[in-house]
Nanobody
Framework: VQLQASGGGLVQAGGSLRLSCAAS????????MGWFRQAPGKERELLAA????????YYADSVKGRFTISRDNAKNTVYLQMNSLKPEDTAVYYC????????????????WGQGTQVTVSS
């Protein structure tokens, strides 16, 4: 599976962005998906994950209530809607795929893509 994240950019605090991750190659619907981020000097942080069907989701406490993960298996795409953005959300955002939701949550990715930069100004 090849993954390509897009949709990042510069936004003011309190604003919104929607990230997209387009998948190609093996059947997208066979994989649970996740979004994680990494800021300079900080560890990688899992933000949200979604099961293969889209029914099951997981959110990190840091984004719960602000971010929403969704997927469209017909379009081979997973999304991350980010609202009420804060300067501390500034990071490179990546999408990743794994066979199960649990594997995504545990960081046991099978595939991950190039990231997209999100910068939130104060």
């Amino acid at each position: 599976v090849q993954l390509q994240a897009s949709g990042g950019g510069l936004v003011q605090a309190g604003g919104s962005l929607r990230l997209s991750c387009a998948a190609s190659g093996r059947a997208f619907s066979n994989y649970a998906m996740g979004w994680f981020r990494q800021a300079p000097g900080k560890e990688r942080e899992l933000l949200a994950a979604i099961s293969r069907s889209g029914v099951g989701t997981y959110y990190a406490d840091s984004v719960k209530g602000r971010f929403t993960i969704s997927r469209d298996n017909a379009k081979n795409t997973v999304y991350l809607q980010m609202n009420s953005l804060k300067p501390e959300d500034t990071a490179v955002y990546y999408c990743a795929a794994a066979v199960t939701l649990g594997a995504v949550v545990n960081g046991d990715y099978d595939y991950w893509g190039q990231g997209t930069q999100v910068t939130v100004s104060s």
